[in-house]
């Protein structure tokens, strides 16, 4: 039985001829890569077909047939043009972001708040900071943390009530109240 070209092309791409694939296959490739990136990404048509056929080599053994073979072709294709159509929408939400001054100026002052709020948290005596990070920090109830330190229950609150007071003292007013504003 004689076999046709594009069996032919599986043949020798599983043993490492390329010829034939970049021959007859790769301009096709090419010309579907480049119809769904647009006009701004073109140049990387190229990368996702290469890329393409890496994976196809990394499994050339796995095809049983030519049809799976373009097929697994042609879908790797089509997620890298996705993966990178999410990449450009994804960079372009963020330079937006980082362009709208008030975002940037909030995202600082977030930052710097966080910084201060956990130095200040740091600095508090070790059972203090124990309860302090297991009520606020990972939402546990009084009685929760009183069960997993072996406290009372008056203890954990004496301990959350001495903790905010040092933090009332080293952070500014309007810092803690920022930060504390729904206790």
Known sequence: MAVN????????????????????????????????LGGESEF????????????????????????????????????????????NSAKERYVSQLENEAFFQNSVID?????????????????????FEMSFIEGLKNVEIAEKLGLSDSSVKKYKASALDFLREKLESTLFSFLFLSL
């Open 44 to 87: 990387l048509a190229e990368d996702c077909v290469q890329n393409a056929i890496f994976s196809a080599w990394q499994r050339r053994t796995k095809f049983d047939s030519v049809y799976t073979f373009k097929s697994f072709l042609y879908t790797s294709i089509k997620n890298e043009i996705i993966s990178i159509h999410r990449k």
């Open 111 to 131: 930052q710097e708040a966080q910084t201060i709020l956990y130095n200040a948290i740091e600095e508090l005596p070790e059972k203090a900071r124990m309860v």
């Open 5 to 36: 070209w594009e069996e032919q092309i599986l043949i020798d791409f599983r043993k490492g001829k390329l010829d034939l694939l970049y021959r007859e296959v790769y301009p096709g490739l090419i010309l579907y890569a480049v119809k769904y």
